[in-house]
Structure formats: structure tokens, C-alpha cells
């Protein structure tokens, strides 16, 4: 029950828009940008790849117009943030709240309902390895991931990558950890800045997709949810680190697929779907102090080794 094909199955749906998600989160981060926006970002794809996989018959086309959607939002949140210089946290803020109130009215307005759009011939995304689902163990596993899967797989080591093996990767660091030493080198922050947003835009437009026709065709009010939130949170606990980030959003996306499964034998409702946020939330800081107290032991055991220098 705690460890099934059927859970890790619902662990890979459930950790595609996420890995894809935080992925930009982390561009955002190393760069010094504070994107608040990842909710409505991802809230915003949902919608526009069931309106364009509903316009088209598309399922791709779907998820181009989510990521072009993504891109076009956060090119006005970097507009707003880098070029005006407004508060990023206002502007962040002020995209999420429009998006939801955005997709609300449009939700009825284009399809003429209201909580949920769902139509059979709303095309979904391909499942490649379909039929592994019968091969024993990571069969199910293989058989859940859409082409966007495959992506978020490949995401968070791609992303790091970039960051540490690449010229535009350090240059990129570089801004977010002291851009004026970069603009004394020549490097443009402000154009690292944007190009960082605009990607988590795309990113956080192909999470969307994945969201609305990955494992379901369908869109529903503020389906995301508040994960947008879970990774602007993580990455503030983590201070950015890939490997702890990673930890802190499998941590959610197993705790939510074990809920809906415990869900079959009794487990309230209620229960399930506040496990996968107190149980990261747990995580995340345990994660932010831990640094901090090893940190303090180190500085402690220097001082030590300091006053018995001094003493001999």
C-alpha cells in the first residue's frame, strides 16, 4: 500500500507539473528574481491548453499556446518588476489574483459553465509507453508519463547543469549573487533577469498543460491548487539548492498520491488533502534549519578550538 506500482504511478503524474514548475522557480531564484507569480503562472497554462486542445482538437497545440501563454504573462510581470522597478512581491501578488479571476470569468464565458469544463472529445496528451503498463514494477510508472513527463524528468539535473557547467549558467548566478560585480564585467542583469522569468513562464505554462490533459482532459477553478505556492515556499527554505528542492516536492507529490489511495479504505477526505502540505511544509523546515544548525556546531567547535589555541 505505502510503496505500489499503482502509488509510484501516481507520484510520477502528480511530480511532472511540479518538477516543471520548480525548475523556473529555480532559474528565478539563482538569478535574484522573487517570482511570486509560479500559481498564477501554472493556473493561467491550465486554461489555455483546454482552450486551445478544445479550439484545435490538439493536445500539442494545447500545450504550445499554455507555454506561449506563460511566457507572455511573465514577460508583463518582468516588464513590471525589472524595466518599471516595481515590487516584485505586489506584482507577483497582483498576477495570481488576476489569472484566478481571469480563468473564472472566461471559464463561463467560453465554454458557458461554471466549476469544471469536461468534454470527451477534449484531446489529451499521448502516453508513449502505454503498454508497459503491464510490465511488473516500473511498468505503471513508465505507462503514467506523457512527452511532458519525460521532460520534468530531465528538468531539474538539465537545470542544474546549466547553472554550474555552462557561461550563460554562471553568469546567470553570478547576477543573482552579486550583479553589480557582474555589471562591472560587462554582464547586463537586468537581461539575465528577464530572460529567467520569461523561461518560467514557458516552464510554468507546460506544468499547466500537464496539470489539465496529462492524467485528465478538464479544467477546474484554481485547479492549481496552491502548488505555486509549495515551490516559491520551498525554494525560500532551501535557499535555492537543487537536491533539497527536489527532496521537498517528491515529499508532496508522494504524500498527495498516497492520500488519494488511502482515500479507497476510509481515510477522510480532509485528512488526505492536507497531509501533502503539512508533511512538506515539515520537511521544508527541517531542511532550512538543519544548514543553520550545522553551521552553528561548526562555529561553536572553531571557537573552542580557538579559546584551547589561546589557552596553550
Not at 520569461?198 to 507546460?206: E, K, R
Not at 515551490?231 to 507529490?253: F, K, N, Q, S
Request: hydrophobic share 55%.
Amino acid at each position: 500500500m505505502l510503496i505500489s506500482p499503482e502509488v509510484l504511478a501516481a507520484v510520477a503524474r502528480s511530480s511532472t507539473p511540479l518538477l516543471l514548475l520548480g525548475a523556473g522557480g529555480l532559474i528565478c531564484h539563482r538569478a535574484g528574481v522573487f517570482n511570486v507569480a509560479l500559481e498564477g503562472l501554472l493556473l493561467l497554462g491550465c486554461f489555455t491548453a483546454v482552450a486551445a486542445s478544445a479550439c484545435t482538437g490538439s493536445a500539442v497545440l494545447g500545450a504550445a499556446a499554455a507555454a506561449v501563454a506563460g511566457a507572455a504573462a511573465a514577460g508583463v510581470f518582468a516588464f513590471g518588476t525589472i524595466t518599471r522597478f516595481g515590487h516584485p512581491l505586489i506584482l507577483g501578488s497582483a498576477v495570481n489574483l488576476l489569472v484566478a479571476g481571469a480563468t473564472t470569468f472566461a471559464l463561463e464565458a467560453v465554454f458557458g459553465v461554471r466549476g469544471t469544463y469536461q468534454s470527451p472529445d477534449l484531446a489529451r496528451l499521448p502516453h508513449w509507453f502505454s503498454g508497459a503498463a503491464a510490465v511488473p514494477g516500473i511498468g505503471p510508472v513508465l505507462a503514467a508519463l506523457t512527452p511532458l513527463g519525460l521532460l520534468a524528468l530531465a528538468a531539474v539535473p538539465l537545470t542544474h547543469l546549466m547553472l554550474h557547467r555552462t557561461i550563460a549558467g554562471t553568469r546567470l548566478r553570478g547576477v543573482g549573487e552579486n550583479p553589480d560585480a557582474a555589471r562591472s564585467l560587462g554582464v547586463r542583469p537586468d537581461g539575465y533577469r528577464f530572460a529567467a522569468l520569461v523561461l518560467s513562464g514557458i516552464l510554468g505554462g507546460l506544468a499547466g498543460a500537464e496539470l489539465a490533459l496529462g492524467a485528465v482532459a478538464l479544467f477546474t477553478e484554481n485547479m492549481s491548487a496552491g502548488r505555486g505556492w509549495i515551490i516559491v515556499l520551498a525554494l525560500l527554505l532551501t535557499a535555492g539548492r537543487a537536491g533539497p528542492l527536489l527532496l521537498a516536492l517528491a515529499c508532496y507529490a508522494y504524500t498527495q498520491a498516497l492520500g488519494f489511495r488511502l482515500q479507497t479504505v476510509g481515510l477522510p477526505m480532509q485528512v488526505s488533502d492536507a497531509a501533502p502540505y503539512l508533511a512538506t511544509l515539515a520537511l521544508m523546515v527541517w531542511l532550512g534549519v538543519r544548514p543553520r544548525r550545522v553551521r552553528g556546531q561548526n562555529q561553536d567547535e572553531q571557537k573552542r578550538f580557538s579559546f584551547g589555541g589561546r589557552g596553550g
